[in-house]
């Protein structure tokens, strides 16, 4: 499989996980030091944190399932890849009440380890209006 072939993959793994809400498998897709910053702005730093972080969330505020699409893939080495994804969350509210979906772009970047492409920057920016 080829370069974009293997991060439409990361990408779709990571959506599948967070629409599971298996936060064990959403993080495995980030290096152990990687850094997240949500779309609040607030820096995530490590696998580890990341983990907790989304796992104290689930009752409290992560609802809905996300939809992810790759808009462009950049190659800044051979085994570090820039990664700008569109992402669209509908929650339970939104479905069939009219309501307007949160939207966003996560700008991410891959490197190549020895067990697969990982993450180990995404930072998301939510849309302004959604």
Same mark, same amino acid.
Request: a negative charge.
């Given at each position: 499989?080829?370069?974009?072939?293997?991060?439409?993959?990361?990408?779709?793994?990571?959506?599948?996980?967070?629409?599971?809400?298996?936060?064990?498998?959403f993080s495995r897709w980030f290096?152990?030091? +990687?850094d997240y910053v949500t779309g &609040? !702005? #607030?820096?995530?730093?490590?696998?580890? =944190?990341?983990?907790?972080?989304?796992?104290?969330?689930?009752?409290?505020?992560?609802?809905?399932?996300?939809?992810?699409?790759?808009?462009?893939?950049?190659?800044?080495?051979?085994?570090?890849?820039?990664?700008?994804?569109?992402?669209?969350?509908?929650?339970?509210?939104?479905?069939? +009440?009219?309501?307007?979906?949160? &939207? !966003? #772009?996560?700008?991410?970047?891959?490197? =190549?380890?020895?067990?697969?492409?990982?993450?180990?920057?995404?930072?998301?920016?939510?849309?302004?209006?959604?």
């Amino acid at each position: 499989m080829d370069v974009e072939g293997t991060i439409q993959s990361v990408v779709e793994g990571l959506a599948e996980a967070w629409n599971r809400q298996d936060w064990p498998s959403f993080s495995r897709w980030f290096a152990q030091d +990687a850094d997240y910053v949500t779309g &609040a !702005g #607030v820096r995530w730093a490590g696998r580890d =944190q990341i983990l907790q972080e989304l796992s104290a969330r689930v009752e409290a505020s992560i609802q809905g399932q996300v939809s992810l699409a790759v808009d462009s893939v950049k190659l800044a080495q051979p085994d570090v890849a820039v990664v700008l994804c569109s992402w669209e969350m509908s929650s339970p509210e939104s479905v069939g +009440a009219g309501h307007d979906a949160r &939207a !966003g #772009v996560l700008t991410m970047v891959l490197r =190549q380890e020895a067990d697969g492409w990982r993450i180990i920057t995404l930072h998301n920016t939510d849309r302004a209006g959604h």
